[in-house]
């Protein structure tokens, strides 16, 4: 046996064991055991082994003692819920759920540890079910908030959030909603994780199908931690300690490993049944990790790092392998946070320096800058990186923080927990803050008494428990990480066969789980035979419903249909899942239920009244980002099967030939540089990646489920194209004139209605009779609204966009998936605005529920262009998939501002002076536009004048690398704050409350530029600050003693360019800045030199002040 062999090989080493990983290496897997039973492999002692076994039950038993004396002694009798603090002869008034879990997790360990032995005289089991006990007392105080949990799937509110604190006797909540910061996503996540590892372990934690249940919907509660802002792992939310709350890196991270952890683990463990198993969406779980790789290295937008990333990427979590990321995460932390006593849990931290106001909750505006510099040291950090050290099997590391550790560590005499005790954090004294301030580091930090003179910090002390257990090699890393976290998914054993899992496969990098020779499946279904026969005649092979059977095809609406019995409780009234769309990735598997196999086609293909689905080019980009998207992401075991379902309209019009084309491309086998496989269905199955719906074998009526149906057309067939209906040219397109049409009576509309060909007058005519009649109001038995739907339709076909957005905007549509779309923009650190350019607009700063999106996309733009309403949801969708791909096609835009790209395409169009209206744009040839104004072309930016560079660089906000850095160099040395079109910046609070990158700071002087109208004036303004900036650096003594007014530079450095030319050319004095806007910067007589000189008059009216004697020279 494994550890037999491990220990005939301790009794070489010296009686005092080596603190060694020498058997933690990264790699190591206990081959041969069932997962189930990892570390259930006690030794039998010999007469050679006895001495060793001797020498590793004395061990053991004194970290029993230990554990019993730091740890246990504070367990709640009636739940075993552990508090925060442990006190001597106190009984603890509050739980904490995160503290409980890591005290289990010492106590489980230990646990583990024992079951290397033989005669562990009933203490393995003992442990064991103090763990077992912590984790259903935590369940007992959640699955009484099952309603929370019911309100949260639905609203991710903070006063739906499940509570973090308890009485630890009664398990009843102690403080209310809003008395406390209860949503922290990460204890949800923790708890699943250890959850799993436990059961994985031999645990039986759950015993009844309502507790299978609610740990389902602990899944939902924490799938969309990708857009929950909420109050992180230090209960404050953002750094300012104000009640905010914010996306959190560390948040999503756990939450992506606890989905990864619990995919298809069965919560009976080896005795389960198939209704025990639980179920993750793989597009959530995408989405999570797609987000958090995104953020990190940042924690969120006011923390540039955190400590808590430690416990995210390493020990427990292990949520990414990505080696770039994850090193580049933990070097910053320690690089920036890493002190002599601890690490700083992140930059302006005040809790429990002497300098916080203890009897205030939250800080005051700009109080966070005192505590720069003097922030506590947590030692507890030094423990999560030994944690780490020991899994990478670093014995340098593992040497520097033991011995960063011995250093740190107190030994109390206090009655009842004699021994080695961890800090909760070091402080610098009140007599030392002046000194540390005036030199950093030389000030003495003084332990608390927490974990020193009074009390035990639990969760660090289980920490550093669990630590110790590992460094002397009593704890193996598989019996503390039974699931194999630590290793990439490819290489941790498959937990069940019938379920989909992250695949077991060895090529490329250890990170890398996605084979980059990926074949995708694709399966062609024809709606009917005669469009089958049609697609034959071409050479596309085919299948349709009928010859595809017994095999179902299904809507995605169909599958989101049948998960919502996952998870349902009448008793916990608990719903299931939420109506939530799949996403590709969920219907590129084939699922098996009731008996019955099923494939689902795409959301791509389902019939939708937005109008983008009746543009068949859109419909085939966005065919082609399905397919690479799959190519990229696919993480399960087996090929992803793509459904594609072809409709008669995708044939009618005049994009057949594209969509042919696209047909002969999955014919060679090749789209795009993607390697497809189409084929018959039934022949596809054995390769493909197949999900058991097993949930759904208790439904009393199984036949609720519709799957597609085979348009029937009779004996009617196409020969050819020239049989398919042709779409007629409309010779007529006649525009009204809307002064006139305004004065007429309704009846004369309607009849002027019946009479109109042009579809451009027919939109007119009801658009004005929607404004005085409303959607409801019937003529000829039809109501308005249903006339606007037949438009729509009508123009479609026609391809009359304009018509199309109109009719659309006044029926209020909302494009799917608009919201996903949103939170991709704002993960990526950007923040998003709605509305008309030149009118107010709206801020998006977090995600939004698209009923919030509509309202505020219909108030803000149809008082002043009605079909902006719905251009702006295709840029905002075209966008959100658009950043995901190219990220730094967006460098330099911090704030996208959609009316001001609408404004930009506009120009773009004017420039290559055609007389078409963004709005007549086919949504393919919209999605085009919008991506050449993106990225620049070097040989087409340079043919544009300096006025139309200014005007593009302006309208989409984009401004030079440093730029915000600047823009805080010149703060600093403004007392008076910076004025840009009439808004302050004023140097306090800002520069207490924020730092230089900061990106709540870009943010602010984003806030600041968005007061400019004029997009070439604002990037003027942008370059005109990079002048200040540059002027400042090469003159350091210069100070502003007074706030900077922008705008009166750029007026001065205008007049006396208007002056120039006056005197060299002859022109006459204007007021139109179009031609000071159309100079280049640098160069003889231009702007630069205009802003300079205008900079050094107002030096020499006083604007300035020098802080030397001499004057500074500007070169």
């Known amino acids: 046996m494994f550890y037999a062999r491990q220990l005939s090989r301790q009794l070489s080493r010296d009686t005092e064991r080596r603190k060694s990983t020498d058997s933690f290496s990264r790699g190591s897997v206990i081959d041969g055991l069932p997962l189930g039973k990892v570390g259930d492999n006690r030794v039998s002692t010999g007469d050679a082994e006895g001495g060793a076994e001797k020498d590793l039950k004395k061990e053991l038993d004194n970290q029993y003692t230990t554990l019993k004396r730091h740890i246990l002694q504070f367990q709640s009798v009636t739940l075993g819920l552990f508090p925060r603090i442990g006190y001597a002869n106190e009984q603890p008034v509050e739980a904490h759920v995160r503290d409980s879990i890591y005290c289990a997790t010492a106590a489980w360990a230990l646990s583990q540890a024992y079951r290397r032995i033989d005669n562990d005289q009933g203490r393995t089991h003992e442990l064991a079910q103090v763990a077992v006990k912590t984790m259903r007392g935590i369940l007992y105080c959640w699955i009484r908030q099952a309603d929370k949990v019911e309100k949260f799937k639905e609203n991710q509110s903070a006063s739906h959030a499940l509570h973090s604190v308890f009485d630890p006797h009664t398990g009843d909540p102690l403080y209310k909603d809003d008395e406390f910061e209860h949503l922290q996503i990460d204890v949800v996540g923790l708890y699943l994780i250890m959850l799993v590892q436990m059961i994985t372990s031999g645990l039986q934690i759950i015993y009844t199908t309502d507790e299978v249940n609610f740990v389902q919907n602990l899944v939902f509660y924490v799938e969309r931690a990708y857009r929950t802002p909420d109050y992180g792992m230090w209960e404050r939310g953002s750094k300012y300690n104000n009640g905010s709350t914010e996306v959190h890196a560390s948040s999503i991270g756990i939450a992506k490993a606890a989905l990864e952890a619990i995919n298809g683990v069965n919560l009976f463990g080896d005795q389960g049944a198939s209704w025990s198993v639980i179920f993750v969406d793989i597009d959530a779980h995408n989405r999570n ?97 030994l944690i780490d050290c020991i899994f990478l099997g670093d014995k340098e590391g593992i040497a520097t923080y033991s011995k960063l550790l011995d250093n740190v560590m107190t030994r109390s005499n206090e009655d009842g927990i004699p021994g080695l005790l961890l800090p909760q954090y070091f402080f610098i004294p009140a007599d030392q803050i002046d000194r540390e301030r005036s030199r950093p580091g030389s000030a003495d930090r003084i332990p608390s008494d927490v974990g020193s003179t009074k009390g035990i910090f639990l969760w660090g002390q289980s920490v550093y428990f669990i630590s110790q257990l590992l460094v002397k090699d009593l704890l193996n890393v598989n019996d503390l990480d039974p699931i194999r976290r630590h290793l990439p998914a490819s290489e941790r054993p498959k937990v069940n066969s019938r379920y989909s899992s992250f695949q077991r496969a060895h090529f490329g990098k250890e990170s890398e789980i996605t084979p980059p020779d990926l074949v995708l499946q694709v399966v062609l279904i024809a709606e009917s035979s005669r469009l089958q026969q049609l697609l034959a005649t071409y050479g596309i092979q085919t299948q349709t419903p009928h010859q595809v059977e017994p095999i179902q095809i299904w809507s995605p609406k169909e599958l989101s249909r049948a998960y919502e019995y996952l998870g349902i409780n009448k008793k916990l009234g608990l719903t299931g899942r939420p109506k939530r769309p799949f996403g590709v990735l969920s219907t590129s598997k084939i699922y098996r239920v009731c008996g019955a196999t099923v494939l689902c086609y795409p959301l791509l293909f389902e019939v939708v009244d937005f109008y983008m689905a009746q543009d068949i080019s859109i419909v085939i980009d966005d065919l082609k980002n399905d397919l690479a998207f799959l190519s990229k992401c696919w993480k399960l075991a087996g090929r992803p099967t793509f459904c594609m379902l072809i409709r008669e309209n995708n044939i009618r019009g005049k994009n057949f030939s594209e969509f042919l084309e696209l047909l002969a491309q999955f014919k060679s086998g090749d789209v795009d540089g993607i390697r497809v496989r189409v084929g018959r269905l039934q022949t596809l199955i054995s390769s493909a990646c197949i999900e058991h719906l097993d949930f759904l074998t208790t439904l009393p009526d199984q036949s609720i489920f519709q799957p597609f149906q085979e348009s029937n057309h009779g004996r009617f067939s196409f020969k050819s194209l020239t049989d398919i209906p042709t779409v007629l040219e409309l010779a007529d397109d006649t525009v009204l004139n809307e002064q006139e049409l305004k004065v007429k009576a309704t009846w004369d509309l309607i009849q002027m209605f019946k009479g109109a060909e042009s579809l451009t007058a027919q939109n007119q005519i009801l658009k004005l009779l929607l404004y005085r009649e409303g959607p409801n109001y019937h003529f000829e038995g039809v109501p308005l609204s249903r006339r606007l739907e037949q438009l729509v339709a009508k123009a479609g076909l026609h391809k009359r966009w304009e018509v199309v957005r109109c009719c659309s905007s006044l029926l209020g549509k909302l494009v799917d998936s608009l919201a996903p779309s949103i939170t991709s923009i704002l993960v990526r650190g950007k923040h998003l605005t709605v509305g008309v350019f030149g009118h107010e607009e709206e801020v998006l700063d977090k995600p939004v529920s698209p009923n919030e999106i509509k309202n505020i996309l219909y108030s803000k733009c149809m008082a002043h262009d009605t079909c902006q309403a719905v251009l702006q949801q295709e840029l905002i969708l075209a966008i959100g998939k658009h950043i995901a791909t190219s990220p730094d096609a967006y460098d330099g835009i911090l704030k996208i501002r959609i009316g001001w790209f609408v404004r930009a395409m506009e120009m773009e169009l004017e420039q290559e002076d055609e007389h078409v209206k963004i709005e007549s744009l086919s949504p393919y040839q919209v999605k085009q536009l919008l991506l050449s104004i993106l990225v620049h072309r070097s040989d087409e930016y340079d043919l544009r004048t300096p006025l139309q560079r200014r005007q593009l660089d302006g309208a989409l906000s984009r401004v030079p690398k440093d730029f915000y850095e600047r823009v805080w160099e010149i703060l600093e040395r403004t007392p008076g704050g910076i004025k840009v079109a009439g808004y302050l910046l004023p140097q306090q609070p800002t520069l207490s409350d924020m730092t230089m990158q900061e990106l709540n700071f870009s943010l602010l002087v984003e806030q600041m530029l968005s007061k400019i109208v004029d997009p070439a004036y604002r990037q003027l303004m942008v370059e005109a600050f990079m002048v200040v900036s540059t002027i400042l650096r090469r003159n350091p003594e210069l100070v502003f003693h007074q706030s900077v007014n922008m705008d009166r530079a750029i007026q001065d450095a205008f007049e006396e360019f208007q002056k120039d030319r006056s005197r060299l050319d002859g022109h006459e004095k204007q007021d139109d800045m179009r031609c000071f806007f159309n100079t280049m910067p640098n160069v003889k007589h231009g702007t630069t030199s205009y802003i300079i000189k205008a900079v050094v008059k107002n030096l020499l009216d006083g604007d300035i002040k020098v802080s030397m004697e001499d004057m500074c020279c500007i070169s």
């Open 289 to 385: 990790r797609t987000i958090f790789e995104s953020i990190l290295p940042r924690e969120s937008n006011s923390k540039n790092t955190d400590a808590s990333l430690l416990a995210t990427v390493g020990w427990p979590a292990f949520g990414i392998h990505e080696e770039p990321i994850r090193s580049r995460t933990i070097d910053k932390v320690k690089r920036k946070l890493r002190g002599p006593r601890g690490f700083k849990r992140f930059i302006r931290d005040g809790y429990k320096t002497v300098v916080e106001d203890n009897k205030r909750k939250y800080y005051k505006p700009a109080e966070i800058k005192n505590f720069d510099g003097i922030e506590c040291e947590w030692p507890m950090f030094y423990v999560y990186m």
